[in-house]
């Protein structure tokens, strides 16, 4: 429990916080090199935070299983040994140069299908709601409203002012 929540502190601060303000001075200075080396870096951190998802729930248990995940965050951060960069030229470019077209292809599709079902939800949920409107609204002019009124209201008044509703016996407030 204790290595999870160092690990944790570890991961956000020198794999979050710290590459997120080097970018953002990167990006301020203009500096390409450093802006290239960041780049590397949020795409391999991207991909090691999508696998940590899966290893966090099957090998958490291997002994010093934080320890390791600690030690190669520091690894991809470090620029004495350039973790990112290593694994992004070996592994990372290479595959996705590969794959790029399909990916693409994949990436068009599916914005195309969130585009439909989002205005397929927004249709129902419009329909939905005016149907609840509408029942709502034919509920509320029946006998619910006037014993609402005749808390505060005479007979004779909810007479002269409703005609659709029809005494009750009286109540007491």
């Excluded at 997120?20 to 935070?49: D, G």
């Excluded at 002019?141 to 002012?161: D, H, P, S």
């Amino acid at each position: 429990m204790v290595s999870w929540m160092i690990c944790r502190l570890v991961v956000l601060v020198f794999g979050m916080l710290y590459p997120a303000y080097a970018s953002y001075k990167a990006v301020k200075t203009k500096n390409i090199r450093e802006y290239v080396r960041w780049m590397m870096y949020w795409i391999v951190f991207a991909l090691f935070m999508a696998a940590e998802i899966v290893t966090d729930i099957f090998i958490s248990w291997f002994p010093f299983y934080y320890e390791i995940k600690m030690a190669f965050v520091l690894w991809l951060l470090s620029p004495y040994t350039k973790g990112a960069s290593l694994l992004y030229r070996k592994f990372v470019h290479p595959s996705l140069s590969r794959h790029e077209k399909e990916i693409d292809a994949y990436l068009v599709q599916a914005k195309e299908r969130s585009y439909e079902t989002m205005l397929s939800f927004g249709k129902r949920g419009l329909n939905m709601a005016a149907s609840a409107a509408v029942q709502a609204a034919t509920k509320g002019t029946g006998t619910g409203a006037c014993r609402t009124a005749t808390r505060r209201m005479t007979v004779g008044q909810i007479l002269r002012r409703s005609p659709g509703c029809q005494p009750g016996p009286e109540r007491s407030p």
